[in-house]
């Protein structure tokens, strides 16, 4: 079970998808589940300017 609340709390590296299942597909058409996808690859990219990444 995800508890948003408490991985918050564990460290400011969340990104939380309202809906989305384990492979981060929504319902919707595909389109929606790149967008999100799209996120993903946002949030890895801050969180590895975040720690210094070479």
Known sequence: MWDGALARRVTPHVLEIE?????????GPLSDSIAVLARVADAVDHFLATISWP
């Open 19 to 27: 809906g989305a299942d384990h492979g981060m597909y929504v319902p």
